[in-house]
């Protein structure tokens, strides 16, 4: 299950953070995106590799991330006419990772593509 916990207006572009959860209420973890512009150098890879997952290690020559980057292209839960990119913290090594630090991890991308 997944819920929106935040939404924020960064720069220009949309952050977005989800808790997401097992039904059984066994296991929560976060999601976090942020939108991509069509200027971005990323942008037309993202677009050109949105499908195929093998090619996300690529991102990581423009965006330096502390938390991977996990997601890349539509995203169904926020909408499918913009691009993203995004991580995951499920594995059990991000397991103390909080909203705040996902926020500021998201900010730190936004950051780094207004550099460009």
């Known amino acids: 299950m997944s819920t929106l916990a935040l939404k924020q207006d ?30 971005d150098s990323i ?17 990581e020559e423009y965006v ?8 890349a292209g539509k995203e169904e839960k926020i909408n499918d006419i913009d691009l993203f990119i995004g991580f995951d913290t499920a594995e059990p090594f991000l397991a103390d990772t909080t909203l705040n630090d996902c926020k500021k991890e998201l900010m730190s991308w936004v950051n780094q593509l207004e550099k460009e």
């Open 10 to 39: 960064y720069h220009g572009r949309n952050i977005y953070i989800f808790r997401e959860k097992f039904p059984d209420n066994s296991k929560q973890w976060w999601t976090g995106y942020v939108q991509l512009r069509p200027t």
């Open 43 to 59: 942008y037309s890879l993202v677009k050109q590799n949105q499908n195929q997952f093998d090619n996300f290690y690529k991102i």
């Open 64 to 71: 330096n991330a502390f938390l991977p980057i996990t997601a």
